[in-house]
């Protein structure tokens, strides 16, 4: 969600902005300065206030405070663009004040300007914010948008009388599209959560594929020479021994090609010596690109890989244990910690390898392990190795995992 044409929400909420601030804007340039006394919003009477104690009256102060409106009714609307464009084109972390305060002037912005932006606001909530959290927003914002109809409502500052019903009429209305604006962006989260959980299974049957694609490989090439050296090996050195006793019966008579004969199996004896200890100590498995793969395929949060070159594992149980720990690690990220970026740390150390997974979101409420820690820990120990938790609940969760260099090759 960092482009437009990942951002649908985005897109159609700058869409509908440039609508309604559009046609404010002609509304109060068709108008003229002489609309300004009439113009009710809590910007144009903090003007007049402000006006009143600052400046002196003139025959120019009314066309001053008009083009002074529009210049802030601009400002005001540019800034709602920009905060609503980056609250839903990039994840905040959960524990990060930034995030409200988009939000916060967002809403500042739409009751003091514009009430009818109050309807993207609606739908951004809904899209970017825990359900709960949004429907707080939710109640929040329609009461705000109440407190600030009720002078109208009461009939203070309207002259002729207040139509009761009519303006009754328009408030339900009016906080009615806020719920269904609100239900719209409730559904898009509903539909941004199914493709990002496709997404991260998607990426993950990917990274699994191609570990076991290395796994399968390193395990038919061990096979192979295996059985050159069980089979063919044990063959060729019945077949050396035989010539030598032939040679050594024939003595001085032995035809040369006896001689050659013995040369060539001794020859492919030692070559095929050679080519099975080659497969055997320099073949290994990639899990820098399975891991690549996993990392890469998560569309948020954010995650960034490190990998040691240094690091070169032949056992195909230590790759998979730490793929798996490693991939438990960015699940719980996803589902629990709120986070917008995350690292993994893949390094060699000089007794073994360690592996860091850490994040910027909430951390853990409780150093109480879940299925999930649990089994990764019951894998690491299982192979000698260690698993700590660093817990930092305003800032993030750590996990350091290491397996000593005994299986590493």
């Known amino acids: ?83 609503f464009w980056r609250r839903t084109s990039a994840p905040v972390p959960e524990n990060s004040p930034w995030g409200a305060l988009l939000l916060c002037a967002q809403l ?18 809904a899209f970017v914010l825990k359900h709960r959290q949004a429907v707080l927003w939710l109640l929040a914002q329609l009461g705000g948008y109440a407190l600030l109809q009720l002078p109208d409502i009461l009939g203070i500052g309207r002259l002729p009388p ?9 408030l339900c209305m009016s906080m009615v599209w806020m719920a269904v604006s609100f239900g719209v962006g409730y559904l ?23 570990l076991l694609r290395d796994t399968l490989r390193m395990s038919e090439r061990t096979r192979i020479s295996r059985n050159l050296h069980d089979a063919i090996g044990h063959h060729l050195s019945a077949l050396n021994l035989h010539l030598e006793l032939g040679l050594r019966h024939a003595g001085d008579s032995a035809h040369s090609s ?3 004969s013995r040369s060539l199996a001794q ?25 690549d793969i996993l990392c890469s395929g998560v569309p948020t ?46 390094t060699m150390q000089e007794q073994g390898i360690a592996a860091n997974i850490s994040d910027n979101g909430k951390g853990m409420p409780e150093t109480k392990e879940g299925n999930g ?15 700590d938790i660093a817990n930092h609940p305003s800032r993030g969760l750590a996990i350091n995992i290491w397996l000593p260099t005994g299986v590493a090759k």
Not at 18 to 46: D, H, R
Not at 162 to 170: A, F, N, R
Not at 273 to 280: D, I, K, P, Q, T
């Open 1 to 83: 969600m960092k482009r437009i044409t990942n951002n649908l929400i985005g897109a159609v909420g700058l869409f509908a902005w440039s609508a309604i601030v559009a046609t404010g804007l002609v509304s109060l340039l068709t108008a003229g300065p002489k609309v300004f006394p009439f113009i009710l919003t809590p910007l144009s009477l903090a003007m007049e206030a402000l006006w009143a104690f600052f400046a002196s009256t003139n025959a120019e102060t009314g066309t001053q405070k008009f083009w002074a409106y529009v210049s802030l009714y601009v400002l005001l609307a540019a800034t709602f663009a920009w905060t």
């Open 108 to 125: 500042f912005i739409a009751l003091a300007v514009e009430t009818q932006l109050l309807v993207i606001v609606a739908v951004e909530l």
């Open 162 to 170: 207040l139509d009761l019903v009519g303006d009754l009429q328009q």
């Open 188 to 210: 898009a989260s509903i539909e941004r959560e199914g493709r990002l959980r496709l997404a991260i299974s998607h990426a993950e049957l990917l990274a699994t594929q191609k």
């Open 258 to 260: 006896f001689h050659i």
């Open 267 to 291: 020859s492919l004896l030692t070559e095929i010596r050679g080519v099975v200890s080659a497969e055997r100590e320099e073949h290994f498995i990639d899990l820098r690109r399975s891991l």
């Open 301 to 346: 949060p954010r995650i960034s890989l490190h990998y040691d070159d240094a690091i070169s594992i032949g056992d195909p149980e230590i790759a998979h244990a730490l793929f798996r720990c490693i991939q438990e690690a960015i699940t719980n990220v996803i589902r629990h910690s709120g986070a917008s970026d995350a690292e993994v740390n893949m």
């Open 373 to 387: 820690l649990k089994g990764m820990r019951s894998r690491i120990e299982g192979l000698r190795g260690t698993l």
